[in-house]
Every structure is written in structure tokens, then in C-alpha cells.
């Protein structure tokens, strides 16, 4: 999959594509978005400074931030619940009859 942003400025370009690839779900799969959203960050490479040797020099690009998948972990809970159920309730809700 091939992703492209475009702006007025280096750094509007480098928002726009930081915020489509923070949009990205891929499952499964090892992808380097990680690293690109570490480099789309970075001062130096912002300001158009970065050289050849420039990831080699700054290896902390290269660890992948801190995810918070809320949208996954919702969705398990909900599988979860819907299939197991939930074991606060004893078992389905049945409607009374008078």
C-alpha cells in the first residue's frame, strides 16, 4: 500500500501524513509505520537537515511508539460478551408474562 500527503510547507505535508498513517489498521502484518511516524516527528527531518547516514545515527527512530488500541480491545470485549456472555447475569433476560 503506497500512502502520499502534500501542503504548502514540509511540515504541513508531515502532519497530513502523520495523521493518515496514525489512521492506518493493519492487522497481522509487520509494517513500518512505527519508524515513519518516529521520522515524520522529528525536528531534523522536518526542516529538510536529514542526510544519507541519518536513521543509522538515530536508532531511536527505529522503536515503534506506545499504541493504544482502544478500537481492538473494544471490539474483543464485545465478541467476548456476545458470545460467552457476561457473568454478572445468571443467563438471559426472559420477559415476564402476567
Do not use: C
Request: net charge positive; charged share 30%; hydrophobic share 35%.
Amino acid at each position: 500500500m503506497k500512502v502520499t500527503a502534500s501542503g504548502r510547507t514540509l511540515s504541513d505535508a508531515a502532519d497530513r501524513l502523520h495523521r493518515a498513517l496514525r489512521e492506518f489498521r493493519v492487522r497481522g502484518l509487520k509494517t513500518n509505520i512505527g519508524f515513519l511516524l518516529n521520522l515524520l516527528k522529528d525536528e531534523t527531518f522536518r526542516q529538510g537537515a536529514a542526510t544519507v547516514n541519518y536513521i543509522k545515527d538515530h536508532p531511536e527512530l527505529l522503536e515503534p511508539p506506545k499504541w493504544r488500541d482502544r478500537g481492538t480491545k473494544m471490539l474483543k470485549y464485545l465478541a467476548e460478551v456476545i458470545v460467552n456472555g457476561n457473568p454478572d447475569i445468571k443467563g438471559p433476560i426472559r420477559p415476564k408474562r402476567f
